[in-house]
């Protein structure tokens, strides 16, 4: 049975940083598809970043340079490093993955079969 506990979330002022983590059971992060996504109040949820089995990684543009997707194989864990915040990020943030899908190809949700609980992400300014 495939679980994924997001941790890491908080509040924090413009310009902060935070760490999100992701830790998995169940499945293999070293052979699997992983994201990030993330939802505010209102609207749909939307990728942020991935990484693929092979930690080729990809981000939305809103966040280049801000945010770093990376992974712990041996502690089965997902990371999400976020500089630079601003209150735009303000959201719910989500891990997902696609277990045994070596590519992440796509940020469609409809993409990913398993999904954490969440953690949330306040900046303030």
């Known amino acids: 049975q495939v679980e994924l506990v997001e941790s890491g979330g908080g509040s924090v002022e413009v310009g902060g940083s935070l760490r999100l983590s992701c830790t998995a059971s169940?499945?293999?992060?070293?052979?699997?598809?992983l994201a990030w996504f993330r939802q505010a109040p209102g609207q749909e949820r939307e990728g942020v970043a991935t990484m693929s089995a092979r930690g080729n990684t990809k981000y939305i543009d809103s966040v280049k340079g801000r945010f770093t997707i990376s992974k712990d194989n041996p502690k089965n864990t997902l990371y999400l490093q976020m500089d630079s915040l601003k209150p735009e990020d303000t959201a719910m943030y989500y891990c997902?993955?696609?277990?045994?899908?070596?590519?992440?190809?796509?940020?469609?949700?409809?993409?990913?079969?398993?999904w954490g609980q969440g953690t949330q992400v306040t900046v303030s300014s």
């Open positions: 997902a993955t696609n277990p045994g899908q070596y590519t992440c190809d796509t940020f469609s949700r409809a993409a990913f079969a398993d």
């Open positions: 169940g499945f293999s992060m070293k052979y699997s598809c």
